[in-house]
């Protein structure tokens, strides 16, 4: 590992189950042989200060012992520090058998595939989440700053004042940065540092940003929670039902991002867009769905549908569905099917003049024509606020290709913030996947 990076699993452990702090994946299959990198971070607060305590440069190999007995680390006693450190007790990660890649006897073999190859039955629920709880076996919280390729106002946190789980409901609000880090944050010389938890690449803008000039920190703090850490898959059905939010500027982000970006990043590696709102009510009538092939203008619009009514999108819940397979992409809203969108002869390398695309030679190489829709992708679920996600247009209080972008929108927070009120929340009831 590259010092302190996040690695193929990251995830903050805020409470301790049966007197033991315990990261547990639920998907991750270990084989003999197998080696973990892993180092660990621990906040503790004596009653005066919040202390820091690292752990780095750790490795496990796994044993034939491991796999047929459990793992074999032994548990070491509890030691008191003289620095105050509270009791540290380590358990032994737990295994499981690797599940069967065989034929699955009495059913139809899906083309869907999940978590790097595993089959299933058509028809077959391989994702459910109906959020009686905030699982974070399943679910990792973005803690970063937003930038490419949208560039959206916002910071991400898990801040319970942005991100809830109640009623059975997911429940994501975006506020003020401000009410959060602090009166003046956006505006503030003092360089901000989102520490070992952000989730951004380290030594970037991602995880620390100060504010110089026409340049801000994000006025806005909202959510993002994504299956990336234990869930991706290939071709099956996503339906979500949701509530989407309302005020100006603000959209949700329900996508299917790539798993591991193969063909390149800021869209090369393409996103799939289960449902996009924006939620000015004089936009809220047309939601949108479908595919991102790029960051250009063009990119960004040639896989779009839309579905028009005469009411806002966001009044009530909806079931907001995508079926992918290897030949078409299908939208739909509560069962009513509005697009279908099929690469071209070629394949959608052969757009890459037409569109002023990148990455198409990749796509090319792959010799799928739906691709870059041809490997696993996660679920990423979350609200964002201005950015690259809107067109230029004469309503707008900023211009996408101007640096003072995010300050310009700030400056007109008398405007937008005012239509922001509960209603602004997006509200998830479900997330299931199915095998097509």
């Not at 049966?18 to 621990?42: I, K, Q």
């Not at 003020?176 to 505006?187: C, K, P, V, Y």
């Not at 030949?327 to 809203?333: A, G, N, P, Q």
Request: hydrophobic share 30%; aromatic share 14%.
């Amino acid at each position: 590992m590259n010092g302190r990076e996040g690695g193929t699993f990251s995830r903050d452990i805020t409470k301790a189950k049966n007197g033991r702090w315990t990261f547990y994946d639920p998907y991750t299959v270990l084989n003999m042989g197998d080696t973990l990198y892993y180092w660990t971070y621990v906040d503790y607060f004596d009653g005066r200060n919040k202390l820091g305590y690292t752990n780095d440069d750790k490795s496990f190999t796994v044993t034939e012992k491991d796999i047929i007995e459990g793992p074999s680390i032994p548990t070491r006693k509890p030691t008191q520090s003289t620095t105050g450190q509270p009791p540290i007790t380590r358990q032994p990660p737990t295994t499981r058998p690797p599940p069967t890649t065989e034929k699955i006897k009495d059913c139809d073999i899906s083309i869907t595939s999940f978590n790097s190859g595993i089959r299933s039955c058509k028809g077959q629920l391989i994702f459910s989440e109906d959020f009686n709880n905030m699982d974070y076996a399943k679910w990792n919280p973005e803690i970063k700053f937003a930038g490419e390729p949208d560039f959206e106002f916002v910071v991400y946190t898990s801040r319970p004042e942005v991100l809830r789980v109640a009623d059975g409901h997911l429940s994501i609000k975006p506020v003020l940065s401000s009410s959060l880090f602090g009166h003046n944050f956006e505006t503030s010389p003092e360089p901000y540092n989102l520490g070992p938890s952000c989730t951004g690449k380290l030594g970037t803008t991602e995880c620390s940003q100060e504010a110089a000039s026409y340049i801000i920190r994000p006025p806005v703090a909202s959510a993002l929670i994504t299956t990336k850490d234990s869930f991706s898959f290939q071709y099956g059905k996503i339906e979500v039902k949701a509530k989407l939010p309302k005020g100006d500027w603000i959209y949700p982000e329900l996508y299917l991002n790539p798993k591991r970006e193969e063909y390149g990043g800021n869209y090369q590696s393409g996103q799939i867009r289960i449902a996009f709102l924006p939620g000015n009510s004089e936009f809220s009538k047309v939601v949108y769905g479908g595919c991102i092939l790029g960051e250009s203008n063009s990119g960004r619009s040639y896989g779009m549908k839309t579905f028009r009514r005469t009411s806002s999108w966001s009044n009530g819940f909806h079931r907001f569905a995508v079926e992918w397979s290897n030949e078409k992409i299908t939208l739909s809203v509560n069962d009513n099917i509005y697009g279908h969108i099929y690469p071209p002869q070629g394949g959608f390398a052969s757009l890459d003049s037409q569109l002023n695309l990148e990455g198409c030679e990749r796509w090319r190489n792959s010799n799928s024509e739906i691709a870059p829709f041809d490997k696993e992708m996660y679920i990423a679920v979350g609200v964002g606020v201005g950015g690259y996600n809107f067109p230029d247009q004469d309503m707008k209080p900023w211009s996408n290709d101007d640096p003072k972008r995010q300050k310009k929108f700030y400056r007109k927070k008398s405007e937008w913030y005012s239509t922001w009120s509960n209603e602004s929340a997006l509200e998830v009831d479900y997330v299931k996947v199915y095998a097509i």
